[in-house]
């Protein structure tokens, strides 16, 4: 139960900040629809925010947190002269890195958008946003640094609603900045970067009362270099091998995203904040909380407990994630048209992103489970196999979509995304398995089997039974029968569970939750 209570703490403060990203998206597609100029943006944006998974939430947040936790069983100060020598650490190194971005912004965009430079204007403007965007890398590190290290010390709500301020400010700069800098020559586009470079840097301070609070005050470290220091970039250090194959992965989809049609950018970033919105909210609180609570029974040597905390996990992601990923699938023309169908954003494109929505919900499940396995992979000091399953799924996914992208168009990159990290999720599963010695019933329960025929009975019964003319109606009866399909879903989805004799599950998850609103 300390698994969902830390769970249900950490997806409320996420609804609200992926609830504002998604109005974020809104304001973009309504300001500058899917076109050329926010492909642009995409791409610009992409490298700063790529360099991101590596010091913000990939390999450095896994690494972090459990040697934090051994810090802090040793003395808070202890804790505390960890924390800061990494925050300067990560300071100069990002810091570096930003400097190299602004330097060689011209040479990373034609490599990232070769066909851009046939556009000289929308070149120059991807460059100029590369540049404007760098400094976005460091807040954002430094705003997962104090993150890990509140998580660690059972905070969960506050760190997990500070991106919902990288959304205020991204919103606030397209409303506010758009017509001041047409005014003065420059395009409406740059308030996009201006509002994602402020943005993480709020991100980054609002954590500061907390992190005060806790006895994490700011010092100048003792020693920058200590063997903890040491411990965590020889935990990142494998890590760096799994980003560079990352990275090939990325250029290779951004080059065919662009090399295919005008929009296709577009259309892929617009459909994957709709999936990240269930993956933000459900998978990354389940991961993060499974991260704190198996380290911590893992470095008391509670074997059972730490076994006990990643089953919890592993079904409260496929709980939680089914009834999202059949919403997702079955209404996705229904979700694009309500949410971004105005302004430049026009019925091709609701078409187009909803197909590509349709790929990306199919990999929810294995996206929720890949969230849960690797940060357990680096408390168990097995980070190489996230890794290598990297390396796996990412061979796969390229060879996948330089082969059927030419021929089916850009919505393959969606489905190469979805089967990567199945491979990817089977991979680290079938490792820990053997590194824990659990039985196949873990991974293959009758209840887990119960949790998918609920999701495939729901998902029948609203493609055949549910469905309306939707488009031709006015935006108020969208709002309602959209509403009233997804509430179908999940009456649907828990009477299921229920005739199949999941009941303790259903009534803990709706105690929890009600128990969770009524504290707020």
């Known amino acids: 139960m300390s698994v969902l209570r830390s769970t249900i703490k950490m997806a409320i403060a996420t609804f609200f900040s992926r609830i504002l990203g998604l109005v974020r998206e809104q304001v973009m597609a309504a300001y500058f629809g899917a076109s050329g100029i926010t492909d642009a ?19 450095f947040s896994s690494a972090f947190v459990p040697t934090f936790l051994e810090a802090n069983q040793e003395s808070r100060e202890a804790s505390r002269q960890l924390m800061w020598a990494l925050f300067w650490l990560l ?87 758009g017509g001041v800098l047409r005014a003065r020559g420059y395009h409406p586009i740059y308030s996009l970067g201006i509002g994602a470079m402020l943005g993480g840097f709020m991100q980054a301070v609002v954590q500061l009362p907390l992190i005060y609070k806790k006895g994490l005050r700011p010092l100048w470290p003792k020693v920058f270099w200590s063997p903890r220091s040491k411990k965590i970039v020889k935990l990142i250090g494998p890590g760096l091998i799994g980003f560079a194959a990352a990275q090939v992965n990325l250029l290779v989809t951004t080059m065919l995203a662009t090399g295919t049609m005008v929009g296709a950018v577009s259309w892929l970033n617009y459909s994957f904040r709709l999936f990240q919105l269930p993956v933000g909210i459900l998978s990354v609180s389940i991961g993060n909380s499974n991260l704190v ?16 905390s990643l089953q919890s996990s592993y079904y409260l992601s496929f709980l939680t994630v089914m009834p999202a990923l059949v919403i997702l699938y079955c209404l996705s023309e229904e ?3 309500l949410i971004f169908e105005r302004g430049r954003f026009d019925r091709t494109s609701t078409l187009n992103t909803a197909y590509a929505l349709r790929m990306y919900a ?78 196949w019933g873990f991974f293959f329960s009758t209840r887990i089997f119960k949790v998918l025929a609920a999701s495939v009975a729901t998902a029948l019964i609203v493609e055949t039974l549910l469905k309306v003319e939707f488009f031709s109606q006015p935006f108020l009866n969208k709002c309602l029968y959209l509403a009233v399909q997804i509430c179908a879903v999940g ?26 609103f009524k504290r707020k």
């Open 41 to 59: 943006f995409l791409v610009a944006y992409r490298i700063p925010n790529l360099l991101r998974d590596l010091f913000a939430e990939g390999a």
């Open 91 to 177: 300071f100069f190194i990002t810091g570096t890195i930003c400097i190299g971005i602004m330097v060689f912004a011209p040479e990373l965009i034609t490599i990232f958008a070769p066909t851009f430079s046939a556009d000289p204007a929308k070149f120059q403007i991807t460059v100029n946003l590369t540049r404007i965007m760098a400094p976005f890398l460091t807040c954002v590190s430094l705003a997962a640094l104090f993150m890990g290290a509140l998580n660690s010390l059972k905070v969960f709500f506050i760190p997990s609603l500070a991106p919902a301020f990288y959304n205020i400010m991204s919103i606030l700069c397209m409303v506010t900045l």
């Open 293 to 308: 609570h198996f380290s911590e029974a893992w470095k008391k040597r509670d074997t059972k407990g730490a076994k006990a």
């Open 335 to 337: 979700i694009v048209n």
């Open 362 to 439: 199919l990999g929810l499940p294995f996206y929720g489970l890949y969230k849960i396995m690797v940060p357990t992979f680096y408390a168990l000091d097995r980070q190489k196999i996230p890794v290598l399953g990297s390396i796996y799924s990412i061979g796969f996914n390229v060879v996948f979509c330089l082969l059927l992208t030419p021929v089916f168009g850009f919505q393959v990159l969606a489905l190469g995304t979805t089967l990567s990290m199945l491979v990817n999720s089977a991979f680290q599963g079938w490792i820990l398995r053997k590194d824990l010695q659990l039985s």
């Open 491 to 516: 009456f649907l989805y828990a009477s299921f569970l229920l005739l199949l004799g999941e009941r303790a599950a259903v009534n803990a998850l709706l105690e929890k939750v009600t128990k969770k």
